[in-house]
């Protein structure tokens, strides 16, 4: 369950959408859940990317 939390949490910094009470909740995460599921959510977003570029130019 906290592994959904700090995903939720990095896709609305990402999206720049808060809530005031789901914000104060994030302080109860760890920081390394957070920096985990950044990562894993760029590598996402680059890996999309890079899809959409090579099936865009083939």
Avoid at 23 to 34: C, E, S, T
Wanted: glycine share 8%; with cysteine.
């Amino acid at each position: 369950m906290k592994w959904l939390a700090g995903i939720s949490a990095v896709l609305s910094a990402f999206l720049g959408i808060r809530k005031g009470q789901a914000a104060r909740h994030d302080v109860k995460l760890q920081f390394w859940q957070i920096i985990v599921a950044a990562l894993l959510l760029v590598a996402c977003l680059i890996g999309g990317l890079l899809l959409l570029v090579s099936l865009v130019t083939a």
